[in-house]
């Protein structure tokens, strides 16, 4: 069960996002939506207390917008999702401080996993 924890979806493919949201809103989370990179760079707030975002997006994709929020020093946890199946990804996610990188399609269990371990790590940083 979450702590009404907001977390923001970006995901320009509507059959997705919509099975993100629905999975994280059966956990009881609060979900925004978004369909792509300036949209969520534009809803952006400090309630926000995580992102997760499509790695391939137009006009922004998952990795500009994270360039832009760690540009900002805006330190998120930001979960990437993604079809892609190249190593150099998990690399870049390295250099951007992404907290996990998850697969397409999104398994249920996987992603409540990775975001309740994500959001209990940020809530020990914060009490630290």
Known sequence: MADQHKILVVEDNDFVRMQIVKFLQEEEYEVIESTDGQDALDKMSPEIAMAIVDVRMEPIDGFEFVRSLRGADIETPVILVTGDQNPDLLAEA?????????????????????VSRTLQSLSRATKA
């Open 94 to 114: 390295g250099k951007w401080n992404i907290a996990a990188v998850l697969m397409k399609p999104v398994q249920r269990d996987r992603l409540v996993k990775t």
